[in-house]
């Protein structure tokens, strides 16, 4: 397994241990609440002896901005605890995220491993 397939397999099974989150390779073609998948936005340089892999990691939540947020502030500490041992979290909010279809309200989380 490539590190980018051993960092996503890893990333997806720490969000899979949280109740209410499901997380797939890519996007789903018809993504629901609690839908959670990675997308792979390079790499940069990690105090010159290697490479850090920066994250977003996506998540779907109820629509309507009162619903996506009180989602967000019931998952937010559960999902932080899980991703912890898996990948470094540096940043985290509401998203309007693009799809087929139209526009959904989602999660955005950025991360990096080594």
Known sequence: MSSLAAGRAEIRAALDAVDGVKSYDKQPAAPRQGDAWLRWRGDRADEGVGFDVTWIIVITTPQGEAAAD???DDHLDDLLAALRPATYVTGYG??????????IDGLLITSNRE
């Open 94 to 103: 509401p998203a309007n995220l693009g799809t087929d279809a139209s526009p």
């Open 70 to 72: 009180a989602w967000i």
